[in-house]
């Protein structure tokens, strides 16, 4: 069974650019959660998605959003980046009822 | 709200030796609770879990216990290898307590770096 899956890799970009980062789950799991990873703020979450709809979010500014197709991927936006968003971007996947989630590689976002 | 709380480290142990990680929460409700580890330039790869007081969750001969009474989850191995140098995130989720029925969020700590040398 595939794991979840984050595309791209890495990735730079400038300050001021947006950027669309995608998450495709275990198949099966409907539930995606993203999560900022920083050295100063550690794992920090950003927002949840069940069947296309936002469940839950984190105390992020609107510069940063997110949406889920039907069959389950995930993308997150980020517009008008800034230094600090340089982080590592983690997605996960849960199943209806589960009770763990199951973390992607990342995307390692630079902004310089 | 909820928290986590663990040694952040860094630890350096030597091959064969044991290891453990204190890890205490907070939470209103009855959380799961689980441990993550990462290794370099990876994601977090679930490592073990507890979903009620008093079980034991164990991977690889890690085990940790979910004590309800001291509201902890320390991760524990008698005989640490190489192979187990990375950082360990200890983490708690309330399904359900967020904006409705089943979302999921989980509360990280801040992570302890292992480095066990040979």
């Known amino acids: 069974k595939a794991g979840v899956t984050q595309t791209p890799r890495y990735l730079i970009k400038t300050r001021g650019q947006q950027v669309t980062l995608s998450c495709s789950p275990i198949?099966?799991?409907?539930?995606v959660s993203w999560y900022q990873q920083t050295p100063g703020q550690g794992l920090q979450f950003l927002f949840e998605?069940?069947?296309?709809?936002?469940?839950n979010k984190g105390n992020f500014p609107g510069r940063f959003s997110g949406r889920q197709f039907s069959n389950s991927r995930s993308e997150m936006n980020v517009s008008t980046l800034e230094l600090g968003d340089s982080a590592l971007y983690l997605c996960?996947?849960?199943?209806?009822?589960?009770?763990?989630?199951?973390f992607g590689q990342g995307t390692r976002l630079t902004v310089v | 709200g909820d928290s986590v709380t663990q040694m952040e480290g860094p630890v350096t142990l030597s091959e064969e030796a044991f290891l453990t990680i204190n890890c205490t929460y907070t939470?209103?409700?009855?959380?799961?609770l689980f441990w993550y580890v990462q290794y370099p330039g990876e994601g977090l790869q679930l490592l073990l879990k507890?979903?009620?007081?008093?079980d034991k969750g164990s991977n690889k001969g890690f085990e940790a216990t979910y004590r309800k009474e001291t509201t902890s989850f320390h991760l524990e191995k008698g005989s640490v290898q190489v192979s187990d140098s990375a950082v360990y995130f200890c983490?708690?989720?309330?399904?359900?307590?967020?904006?409705?029925?089943?979302?999921?969020?989980?509360?990280f700590g801040k992570g302890t770096k292992l480095s066990v040398i040979p």
């Open positions: 996960a996947s849960s199943r209806v009822g589960g009770t763990e989630a199951f």
């Open positions: 198949s099966g799991h409907r539930s």
């Open positions: 998605y069940f069947s296309e709809t936002q469940r």
């Open positions: 939470a209103t409700g009855y959380p799961s």
């Open positions: 507890a979903t009620k007081a008093d």
């Open positions: 983490a708690l989720s309330e399904v359900g307590k967020y904006s409705g029925a089943g979302s999921y969020q989980l509360t």
